[in-house]
């Protein structure tokens, strides 16, 4: 019988037509991500040349060990199989897929710490709407939970994002000539990453949409 790890490493796509995608969007100016929990597709998709993998719950050390020496940014989106397998959402599915929801969290805790451990650049997402839209900013106690510094879990929803989506040039970080792209919240996130779930200021392209409350 096939374990979970097992029964997803079945790549939907074989070296050659991932080598034919990546190049043709590359050529056009874009990005590619590859939706991947597997370590056999990843591996496949990082050696083509893929620019980002989704999820990556069962990447192994010398899979991550491959994305730092390329450069391939790991997206972990923690808080979607921790929304999966907390309180009653735990049990609002089949017995297979809570099977699976538990292994893929036991599996992301240990690769998220390796691909730390061995420096893969990591950017900031959440999988939403697999978690409800609004919660999103959950994701940064889980990444420092898990090792990552306050300051790096910024930087991922940053800098770094903004880097992974080719817009950097415009947003991402605070420069002149830059959007202008702002948010506040009540304390400071580098003592208190949790913080950041309480926004009370919003700016988006140098128009404010949000102010705190009198």
């Not at 300051?151 to 800098?159: E, K, M, P, V, Y």
């Not at 080719?166 to 959007?179: A, F, S, V």
């Amino acid at each position: 019988m096939l374990s979970l790890a097992d029964s997803v490493d079945a790549p939907q796509l074989t070296r050659e037509t991932l080598e034919a995608l990546i190049a043709e969007a590359h050529r056009l100016g874009k990005k590619v991500a590859a939706h991947c929990h597997g370590d056999v597709a990843a591996r496949a998709a990082i050696e083509a040349g893929i620019d980002s993998i989704e999820h990556g719950s069962f990447l192994k050390p010398d899979t991550l060990a491959l994305m730092k020496k390329k450069g391939t940014v790991l997206v972990p989106t923690l808080l979607a199989s921790e929304w999966l397998s907390s309180g009653d959402n735990s049990t609002k599915y089949p017995p297979a897929v809570q099977a699976k929801v538990k292994v893929a969290t036991q599996a992301r805790t240990v690769m998220f710490k390796e691909a730390l451990r061995v420096g893969v650049i990591i950017a900031f997402g959440t999988d939403s709407a697999v978690s409800p839209h609004g919660i999103n900013a959950r994701e940064f106690s889980l990444m420092t939970d898990l090792g990552m510094t306050p300051a790096g879990a910024l930087r991922a929803a940053t800098s770094v994002d903004a880097a992974l989506l080719g817009i950097d040039r415009q947003t991402g970080t605070l420069e002149p000539g830059k959007l202008g792209d702002i948010v506040a919240v009540p304390g400071n996130p580098l003592v208190d990453i949790k913080q950041t779930e309480h926004v009370v200021f919003v700016m988006r392209a140098g128009r404010v949409y949000k102010r705190p409350a009198k």
